[in-house]
Nanobody
Framework: QVQLVESGGGLVQAGDSLRLFCAAS????????MGWFRQAPGKEREFVAG????????RYADSVKGRFIISRDNVKNTVDLQMGSLKPEDTAVYYC??????????????????WGQGTQVTVSS
């Protein structure tokens, strides 16, 4: 069964850190880029961070650059998102996703075909 399962969300205060985890049951996981997206109430889903198949290329949304770090482990089939200096505007449901194209690294949600159920991150001021 192909699936992505996120965990690690929660309620934190502004300035705190939080680490999100994504466990993947995906065939040929190491061949695909993985991404983190988020969706706040009333807003569209947006790209947060992406990592290519072997981890040597990473992309970040401008809003999280310097604060978030994406990483992956192709042995454990996991992808993590370390979030620091959290702000209230980071509040959203965070989703882990798998890229459609092997060896690509897309920035748009339409380029990803498998999604997790999401994990809520709430940052209080």
């Amino acid at each position: 069964q192909v699936q992505l399962v996120e965990s690690g969300g929660g309620l934190v205060q502004a300035g705190d850190s939080l680490r999100l985890f994504c466990a993947a049951s995906v065939r040929s996981f190491s061949s695909y880029a993985m991404g983190w997206f988020r969706q706040a109430p009333g807003k569209e889903r947006e790209f947060v961070a992406g990592i290519n198949w072997n981890g040597d290329t990473k992309r970040y949304a401008d809003s999280v650059k310097g604060r978030f770090i994406i990483s992956r482990d192709n042995v454990k089939n996991t992808v993590d998102l370390q979030m620091g200096s959290l702000k209230p505007e980071d509040t959203a449901v965070y989703y882990c996703a798998k890229e459609k194209q092997a060896y690509g690294l897309g920035l748009r949600s339409s380029e990803y075909d498998i999604w997790g159920q999401g994990t809520q991150v709430t940052v209080s001021s």
